[in-house]
């Protein structure tokens, strides 16, 4: 676990001028005998000892400093203006964020990621948030359902919420094999049940011209009628950068909220 980098970037909040810390790491991923590229974004100046802290997961072919430059250019003023802490691992272009016989990202998101941040920052492991959009936003369902311990909210966008009918041309048969039905049981929609108890924030949205808005709205659907609550938003916008960079200010907005009311 290194810290191969320290920058500091300048952002305006108001009329005001702060200095913006952005680590760049390499994180040791035990699981797979390999380091992760991740970049953590906090507050130069913390107003609180313990900050609530959110994972952000990129999509398919992503990369974190894609994601701070192109994806959510607003992190950097956000993490300030929130005081929170951005934690952008890198999901290996189409890892799907699962743990497959190769790779562990899965494990590597939800244990070791989330330990290593825990252990060299001020982050409060009661207000951990995990979004993302389109791979990223299945891997935020997908694991933050199996690890709600973990996570106390979670925020999909433009989210994969069942890779099957087009995961071949998106790296799933080098992760799981050719046999499509062995896939199924590592979809989002395939952890629904383990959200029925569940007391974590769930946050979906998705635009009405994306290509994935039939997958979200049964999703959305599914969830009404197993009484599990949540926020579902639509609004008009494709799968692409220009939505889910406002989607994600609107659901980091929303985390905020309920990070304060659980004060």
Known sequence: MIKSLFTLVIAFIGTGMVAQKIDTLSVYSASMNKKIKTLVLSPSHSKNKKLPTVYVLHGYSGYPKRTLIQDIPSLSVLSEEMQ?????PDGNYDSWY???PNLKYETFIAKELTGFIQKNYSSDSSKT???GWSMGGHGALYIGARHQ???SAVGSICGVIDFVPFGKEYGVPKLLGENTEDWTPYTAISQIDKLKNSRQK????CGTEDILLAQNRKF????????????YEERPGAHDATYWSKAAVTQIFQLNQFFTNHD
């Open 84 to 88: 929170m802490i951005f934690v952008l």
């Open 98 to 100: 699962i743990d497959s």
């Open 129 to 131: 948030a995990l979004i």
């Open 149 to 151: 311990k973990i996570f």
């Open 202 to 205: 769930i946050l979906i949205s």
């Open 220 to 231: 959305h659907e599914q969830l009404i009628l197993l009484n599990i609550p949540h926020i």
